[in-house]
């Protein structure tokens, strides 16, 4: 079955950077119409999309953008997500998240299938 293992949170100071690892196993090499993604929920707050990955393309949400990137090793079937100038509204639980079908809208959460455990950051 599918399991997604997240790596790489912790601390860090304001204009920081820290790198997430996800490993993404059981759904064979990942290809065909397979998504994959970063989300993150702080305390109170809801599930909220940070950066998507989908056949071979990248996207980071506005709120992210030219601070976080996504990109995803094909060998290693793992989705990396690289944080600069991290700011203290970072701080979250960050998930990966796959889902065998893309779903039309990226960053909705309920699009995906499967989850990691997530991973902090505080900044």
């Known amino acids: 079955h599918v399991q997604l293992v997240e790596s790489g949170g912790g601390s860090v100071q304001v204009g920081g950077s820290l790198t997430l690892s996800c490993t993404v196993s059981g759904n064979g090499d990942g290809s065909g119409n397979w998504c994959t993604g970063w989300f993150r929920q702080a305390p109170g707050q809801e599930r909220e999309g940070v950066a998507a990955?989908?056949?071979?393309?990248?996207v980071a949400a506005d709120s992210v953008k030219g601070r976080f990137t996504v990109s995803k090793d094909n060998n290693k079937n793992t989705l990396t997500l690289q944080m600069n100038s991290l700011k203290p509204e970072d701080t979250a639980m960050y998930y990966c998240?796959?889902?065998?079908?893309?779903?039309?809208?990226?960053?909705?959460?309920?699009?995906?299938?499967?989850w990691g455990q997530g991973t902090q950051v505080t900044v």
């Open positions: 998240a796959a889902t065998r079908s893309c779903p039309r809208q990226l960053f909705l959460a309920v699009g995906y299938s499967y």
């Open positions: 990955q989908r056949i071979g393309n990248t």
